[in-house]
């Protein structure tokens, strides 16, 4: 007979009893009001800001570095494996092997005077030019981008070579880590600010020299790297103030640099516009036309880029205040097949994939890549540094309605090494270098420099 199955010693849990239903009409019990406490008011409840994240489109982050604790840079140049990183804050220049671009080390750095600045280098070879000029966020210098510095003198600060140094120092690179020095060319006044040279004699220098409102263009023959030797000069008429002649700009009219291609120099003049110069002659160079949109528009011209194969020139206006109180700034497409007569025709795309109004700070173009001989060289693609928006690529290929093909926007910056006051903490994404291979190197105030790779759209 088949035994029955053991009962299981689990238990049904007991249904809870169901609530009494109340009846329509009847009051409840009475019950006594709760006692009063006083509460505390709540306290605020802070919320971090909103935190930016990196965004990419057709660039790939490689690598990352803080330039051995200096995370702030300007200029930077690329030569046989090694990255050339000038800085702002920090002063001096910082050498890094890059060989490995997903592992970036330093390995030297060049100091610089106390109170001055080395913000802007040039390489090619074996040779490495640096400038050396009066550290102006260092003094008391209200409103740099907005006036002219005219009044700061060199006589004001003491000796040149004592107090500050200023002018032209040249390096032998020919072991790329370890720079040599081999000449320095001191100048009268506060020293240079830029430089365009592509490894032939000549270079085309920003000079703040005496008896001038604001920096104007030296041309240096380098001849003798040891010996580097000034030639000739230009300025916007109006700028000679030593000789007599009056300003009739608004604003900061100073020379940021130019571009040279063939006989051609092409300034930018912050808030004097662009000219074209010919330079045939290096020791008087000759105006060949100027513009400028400032006013109606915001002006900072900075960078004038000739694509000399398309007769077009670009040129970026540099944003140098907050978009909330500042102008937005643009860069501008020229038609100079008629170099007397410079035509702009377009502008290129605002970024936009997030709103850069909104997150406030300076916001707006910087700098471009300049197509230099050694690096990547393109007729129709631009890469551009912008204040706020990181790197952006665009394709010029139609240079009546140019388009963005790629951008990369770091995260914000993990220090904060800028001492000027009320700088709200957004990128400063400052210089940048190309390679022939698509490797892009972009620098910024605060953010260490980026290695990143450019595949094409």
Excluded at 116 to 125: A, E, V
Aim: charged share 25%; proline share 9%.
């Amino acid at each position: 007979m088949a035994r029955k199955p053991a009962r299981s010693k689990l238990r049904r849990p007991k249904s809870k009893p169901k609530p009494k239903s109340k009846r329509p009409g009847r009051k409840p019990a009475h019950k006594a009001a709760p006692k009063k406490v006083a509460r505390k008011p709540a306290r605020p409840v802070r919320r971090p800001p909103p935190r930016w994240e990196s965004a990419s489109r057709n660039l790939v982050l490689l690598g990352h570095s803080d330039q051995g604790g200096r995370a702030d840079g300007t200029q930077v140049m690329v030569n046989g494996g090694y990255a050339y990183v000038a800085h702002v804050f920090s002063g001096g220049v910082t050498v890094l092997d890059v060989r490995d671009p997903r592992a970036p080390k330093p390995v030297n750095f060049l100091p610089v005077h106390p109170k001055s600045w080395s913000i802007h280098l040039q390489s090619f070879g074996d040779l490495l030019l640096v400038v050396e000029e009066y550290d102006f966020f260092k003094a008391t210098v209200q409103n740099y981008y907005a006036a002219s510095i005219a009044d700061i003198h060199s006589s004001k600060f003491g000796a040149n070579g004592v107090d500050y140094s200023a002018g032209l120092r040249v390096y032998d690179i020919k072991d790329r880590a370890k720079p040599r020095p081999i000449g320095f060319m001191p100048t009268e006044g506060l020293g240079l600010h830029r430089l365009w040279w592509s490894g032939d004699r000549y270079v085309y220098a920003t000079a703040l020299l005496d008896g001038y409102t604001d920096h104007i263009l030296l041309i240096i023959d380098l001849a003798d790297p040891a010996r580097p030797t000034p030639l000739g000069r230009w300025w916007l008429p109006g700028m000679w103030k030593a000789g007599g002649e009056t300003n009739q700009f608004e604003g900061r009219v100073a020379l940021h640099h130019a571009i040279v291609a063939g006989d051609t120099a092409y300034a930018a003049w912050r808030n004097g516009g662009v000219t074209l110069l010919d330079v045939m002659d290096k020791s008087a160079p000759k105006l060949i036309a100027h513009r400028n949109w400032s006013p109606p528009f915001a002006g900072g011209t900075h960078t004038a880029l000739p694509i000399p194969d398309r007769s077009l020139l670009v040129v970026a206006d540099e944003a140098t205040g907050d978009i909330a109180k500042e102008p937005l700034k643009y860069t501008w497409m020229l038609d100079i097949r008629a170099p007397r007569n410079p035509i702009t025709i377009a502008t290129m795309p605002v970024p936009a994939e997030r709103d850069y109004f909104k997150k406030g700070g300076q916001f707006g173009p910087h700098n471009l890549w300049e197509n230099r001989p050694e690096g990547f060289r393109s007729s129709t693609t631009i890469f551009a540094t912008y204040q706020s928006a990181g790197l952006r690529v665009f394709d010029i290929a139609d240079q009546y309605r140019p388009r963005e093909i790629g951008h990369f926007v770091a995260n914000p910056p993990a220090q904060w090494l800028d001492p000027r006051a009320n700088m709200k903490r957004v990128l400063h994404s400052s210089d940048l270098y190309v390679t022939k291979d698509g490797l892009v190197f972009v620098t910024d105030y605060n953010a260490g420099m980026h290695i990143l790779q450019w595949n094409g759209e």
